[in-house]
């Protein structure tokens, strides 16, 4: 059974920051053939793509909002995907989900199998 489960949630202050990690297991493939993407939902909105990270060789994605503030990155032999989030607003306050797709990443959430069940990020000012 694969399983995703993101930590690091929790309570920040604006400009402050954080580090999400995303942890995997039960993959049928190999960690490094996945793309992991991020992705937030404030209550509200619509759940939005944020970052991805393809196979370990691919490439990286950031919506516009978070371009020079979140980094992406992957350690394969922990099975874990981490999203370092700087001089966060409170804007950036959401629940925070990863998910999992074979190979490359996508822009549209709809096309990733595997989901965590998400952290809460909030961000006062």
């Known amino acids: 059974e694969v399983q995703l489960w993101e930590s690091g949630g929790g309570l920040v202050q604006a400009g402050g920051s954080r580090r999400l990690s995303c942890a995997a297991s039960?993959?049928?493939?190999?960690?490094?053939?996945?793309?992991i993407g991020w992705f937030r939902q404030a209550p509200g909105n619509e759940r939005e793509t944020i970052s991805c990270?393809?196979?370990?060789?691919?490439?990286?994605y950031y919506i516009d909002s978070v371009k020079g503030r979140f980094s992406i990155s992957r350690d394969n032999a922990k099975n874990t995907v981490y999203l370092e989030m700087n001089n966060l607003k409170p804007e950036d306050t959401a629940v925070y989900y990863c998910?999992?797709?074979?190979?490359?990443?996508?822009?549209?959430?709809?096309?990733?199998?595997?989901w965590g069940r998400g952290t809460q990020v909030t961000v006062s000012s």
């Open positions: 998910a999992a797709r074979i190979e490359r990443c996508m822009s549209s959430d709809r096309v990733y199998n595997y």
């Open positions: 990270i393809s196979r370990s060789y691919g490439g990286i």
């Open positions: 039960g993959f049928t493939f190999n960690f490094d053939e996945y793309a």
